[in-house]
């Protein structure tokens, strides 16, 4: 028997499972048209490599991240490019963002694709470029790119793999039944993963309540070193701190993730993806999505294609428009309503919950906190949700995040509990959200109070350098005039006007060469704290530089001619030239800085 | 098809605070049944009459206050503040007496701090401690001898005494509590003497035990319901059976603990009083701390203060310190190696 912890807290809502587990998975058919967010997972956005008009294959990619994590796209099925459009995707907020939208063409022709059948005569590399290329992201929470959860930094041994069967969010079925009916597949890919990782233990573990699913998870694991560990039910044992902490009695440290204390957890519907990617060469192009509520006739769960818009699910389920009062995508307890069902499914959609007003109701308005405790009671992560609401609503955030609001996983456990149905979250996300504008307002203006000081900085200098010319100019007229005095004074020789004369120009020459060399300094200086506070514009730099180039050359040859003609305007061409090579070079470095820039911003 | 907009979670756990401290009522039920069983139909009485005051002192409040009135009427909680005044108050008070504590507390201690939530004390003690101050004799000599309801006034008769002032009848029912007689006699007699009263009985205190006990009993359902938690009256038990052992083992010149724990408001205070949520510490830490604090205070004021019982007090005491105690005593979050104590900036 495996050694178990607990985690402080929790609660046990109705689970309401049962209504989406009655029926097997079900293949959502093809819908009329497939919106595809560029951006799926976190990190950057991917950019479209088709056009509108190009003609898609299955599984073929129509988006990759060039520069930067992320995964790619693929089209989840043959068709037509319709267009790339900015269309509301998921979101709690409801924005909208730039998408493909693919027609299919009904015949759901497969690319060429390149299965491998033992993945063990590849180096891992490999195998992790394969995952990326298969565009997978973590599909139960945030989407993180797998294949970058899966190379944690070098330093750190990777003590135990967990694979997150627990969902313990109420309604949500997607990991039960994935778990019930790709019990091999599942196994399948958590050993590539194992491979890859080389963890000392390997762990699946699932809430007590999905005995079909440990009994299938059990099976496939049979006689490996797989442990399928049985949890107690109690929501949230599946996030991802909490079950961390079930499992292996330690705690990620606050404001770390679990790789620094040798854990990686996945989902099992990351790992049917994984499996695929490898054995059969296949991309993510579908997952499995949960469909339930009252407001549907036939909840169960889907086989459904990136891309499908949520109203063509919900009408393969029955879905009755009269009797639903919010749309849910994913859980109750964490889970965001839905405005528009429009919005496609994603690889992070794990749930479409279509609630009537008995099953969901609003809560019933908000009274004053009575200090009852409860939600400190609650809280997984042991924070005191009552003070953090209290200093949330007053504004005064030093205090919220004194008693550690960012350590808040947001899992709704207070707001559930609480007797005055206070809707707390809400109140810390505000804060959250505060906090940080507040924060990007501060660096704004440390960087607008950098760059003020740098122009400083810069004018000084260049006041200094202005002085030294001119003292330096006054010396060489001062000699000059005593030299002339002297020549006055005997007769002069061929020769030796001659040799006045090139030193004249040599001491010019040298006079150019310190200022192009001090201004080069000064106006790298200045450029620098420019260009890193500021979004540099290439083509304007570009411009500039040429301009100051073809300005230097004229200037350059009048010099030349002036200094053959002994012509009086020569100190002043000189000056000329002198701030003009200036400009050139200070052109230079703006346009390597902002290139540069660029290129570490694209990195990021 | 509209749909509603909502942040999250949408379920809710169906126990408002109406209910929760409906819940609370119902179990003072046990206790007051007890006490009207030995005691008479004072109490019952009392508990009536303070509801109804504080409901109207709570509802002419927050009218004044511009409040919605039914809204708030219904969070049920100026009646338990009513209920917990007229459990404490001595059987035969006089109504005006009654009338004092329930309005100042619901008036001062907790309308004029703002209402619901933001009282830093607790509103019945605060009642209850002023008339006991302000009206000593009232609050000492109305205490009805423990006989069974046959034996004492009928319903009648009670009402008479407390709302018409038939002081000189009274004296024949009232006779003076446990605690109170053998703090008095303890200094002139052996504990064996002291214990001839009939006010002690053939138990521990007669006809007092059953209350405490049925209070007990209320106060366990409230935690086995997860209304309270048990940290502060275990802890407040606790801090007042410690110090009874540590400092008054001898029954000869300090009350026993028996009678500390059975004989007078010990068990309505650790399970009802001091587990008041709004004036009471927050984190598991910080209750105990609060507890046994109480515990500690009520043993120090019944034994060398001038007053028999100290509930009321040593609540209000530790009323005060609440702030400083919960800033002290936050739990450690997970993932941080300890808990941030004290406030920003400061060190703690
Ligand atoms: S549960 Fe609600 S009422 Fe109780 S302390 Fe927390 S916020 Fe206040
Ligand atoms: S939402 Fe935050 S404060 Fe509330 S219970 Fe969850 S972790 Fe605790």
């Known amino acids: 028997m495996t050694q178990l912890w607990s985690f402080p807290g929790g609660i046990h809502p109705a689970e309401n499972k049962h209504q989406s587990t009655s029926r097997p998975i079900r293949p959502a058919t093809l819908p009329e048209r497939l919106v595809l967010p560029l951006q799926q997972h976190i990190g950057e956005p991917a950019e479209p490599v088709v056009e509108p008009g190009d003609q898609v294959l299955k599984g073929q990619k129509i988006a990759d991240v060039m520069a930067g994590i992320g995964v790619p796209v693929h089209a989840p099925t043959s068709g037509t490019i319709a267009g790339i459009e900015r269309l509301p995707v998921p979101h709690p907020s409801g924005m909208a963002d730039w998408c493909i939208v693919l027609e299919p063409d009904g015949n759901d022709t497969w690319c060429e694709l390149s299965p491998v059948a033992d993945y063990h005569s590849l180096d891992r590399e490999a195998v992790l470029e394969r995952i990326r290329q298969a565009g997978i992201s973590g599909m139960g929470g945030a989407g993180f790119p797998t294949n970058v959860k899966l190379q944690p930094p070098r330093d750190r041994k990777v003590s135990t793999l967990i694979l997150n069967g627990a969902e313990c969010e109420p309604y949500i079925t997607a990991d039960d039944m994935t778990m019930r009916e790709r019990a091999n597949e599942i196994q399948k890919g958590l050993k590539i993963m194992a491979w890859i990782l080389r963890p000392e233990r390997c762990v699946v573990a699932i809430e007590d309540n999905k005995p079909e699913a440990i009994e299938a998870m059990r099976k496939a694991t049979e006689g490996t070193h797989t442990e399928v560990v049985v949890i107690a039910t109690r929501y949230p044992s599946g996030g991802e701190k909490q079950l961390i902490q079930i499992l292996t009695g330690m705690e990620v440290p606050s404001g770390g993730i679990p790789a620094d204390i040798g854990v990686i957890c996945q989902n099992v519907g990351t790992a049917v993806a994984v499996s695929r990617a490898v054995f059969r060469g296949e991309p993510l192009i579908s997952r499995v999505t949960t469909v339930t509520g009252d407001g549907v006739s036939e909840p169960g769960n889907f086989d459904t294609l990136i891309g499908t818009p949520i109203s063509h699910l919900l009408t393969l389920a029955g879905f009755d428009p009269e009797r639903i009062n919010r749309l849910i995508l994913g859980g109750p307890m964490m889970g965001y309503t839905l405005e528009d069902t429009a919005v496609p499914v994603v690889k992070t959609t794990n749930c479409v919950i279509a609630a009537t007003e008995p099953e969901l109701s609003t809560p019933p308005p908000e009274q004053p906190c009575i200090r009852c405790g409860m939600c400190a009671e609650a809280c997984p992560m042991e924070l005191l949700p ?35 149905s206070i809707p707390l979250v809400q ?29 400083q900085a810069r004018l000084e200098r260049e006041q200094e350098e202005k002085e030294q010319r001119r003292q330096e100019r006054a010396r060489a007229a001062a000699e000059a005039q005593q030299r002339k005095q002297a020549e006055a004074e005997k ?12 030193a004249r120009t040599a001491m010019v020459q040298q006079a150019l060469d310190r ?55 020569v100190e002043k061409l000189e000056r000329a030239v002198a701030k003009n090579v200036d400009r050139v070079k200070r052109a230079e470095e703006a346009l390597t800085e902002a290139r540069q820039q660029l290129e570490t911003e694209a990195g990021e | 098809m509209s749909l509603v907009q909502q942040s999250s979670p949408h379920a809710h756990r169906a126990r408002s605070t109406s209910q929760v401290m409906l819940i609370v009522m119902l179990a003072t039920l046990p206790g007051l049944l007890a006490q009207t069983l030995f005691f008479g139909w004072g109490n019952l009485i009392n508990v009536v009459w303070c509801v109804l005051l504080a409901l109207g002192a709570e509802a002419t409040m927050l009218m004044l206050r511009g409040k919605p009135v039914s809204f708030f009427l219904k969070d049920n909680t100026a009646a338990v503040t009513g209920l917990l005044l007229g459990l404490s108050l001595p059987q035969f008070t006089p109504w005006w007496v009654s009338a004092v504590a329930v309005i100042s507390a619901i008036v001062l201690a907790k309308q004029l701090y703002g209402g619901l939530g933001a009282n830093p004390f607790n509103p019945a003690m605060v ?46 029912y009232t006779m003076a509590t446990p605690l109170d007689e053998y703090k008095h006699k303890i200094a002139s007699h052996t504990a064996q003497e002291v214990l001839q009263h009939p006010t002690f009985g053939a138990g521990v205190a007669r006809g007092w035990e059953w209350v405490n006990g049925a209070f007990l009993l209320g106060g366990l359902a409230l935690v086995a319901l997860r209304i309270i938690t048990w940290h502060i009256p275990v802890s407040l038990l606790a801090g007042l059976a410690l110090m009874s052992l540590a400092f008054g083992a001898n029954e000869d010149v300090y009350t026993p603990l028996s009678l500390h724990l059975l004989a007078g408001g010990t068990m309505l205070g650790a399970f009802f009083i001091a587990t008041d949520p709004v004036s009471a510490a927050t984190s598991h830490q910080g209750k105990l701390i609060y507890g046994a604090c109480i515990g500690v205070l009520i043993y120090t004021i019944r034994s060398w203060g001038n007053y028999p019982d100290a509930v009321a007090f040593s609540v209000l005491l530790m009323n005060f310190a609440v702030p400083f105690i919960d800033h002290y005593t936050p739990p450690r979050t997970y993932g941080h190696h300890k808990p941030r104590r004290g406030i920003p900036g400061k060190t703690g």
């Not at chain 1, 007769?491 to 090139?502: I, T």
């Not at chain 1, 450029?527 to 411009?543: F, R």
């Not at chain 2, 008339?131 to 046959?150: G, K, Q, R, S």
């Open chain 1, 515 to 569: 200022k192009k060399a001090g201004a080069g300094t000064a106006a790298k200086a200045a450029t620098t704290a420019e260009a890193s506070a500021e979004k540099p514009d290439i083509g304007a730099l570009e411009k500039q530089l040429n301009q100051a180039r073809g300005k230097l050359e004229t200037m350059e040859s009048m010099l030349e001619e002036a200094r053959v003609a002994e012509a009086d305007n």
């Open chain 1, 427 to 455: 109140y810390y996300r505000y804060a959250k959200g505060e906090i940080r504008t507040q924060q990007a307002e501060q660096l704004k203006a440390d960087r607008a109070r950098v760059r003020f000081e740098a122009r």
């Open chain 1, 491 to 502: 007769p002069v020789a061929d020769g030796d006007a001659k040799d006045e004369r090139s």
């Open chain 1, 386 to 420: 009552q003070q953090l609401f209290w200093h949330a609503k007053a504004r005064d955030f030093d205090r919220a995040e004194h008693l550690n609001l960012f350590d808040c996983i947001e899992c709704g456990v207070c707001s559930y509990v609480c007797p005055s």
């Open chain 2, 127 to 172: 009642g209850y401690a002023l008339v006991l101050v302000a009206f000593p004799v009232a609050m000492t000599t109305n205490w009805a001898e423990a006989a069974m309801l046959a034996n004492a006034p009928g319903f009648g008769e009670t009402l008479n005494i407390i709302f018409a002032g038939q002081q000189t009848a009274v004296d024949a």
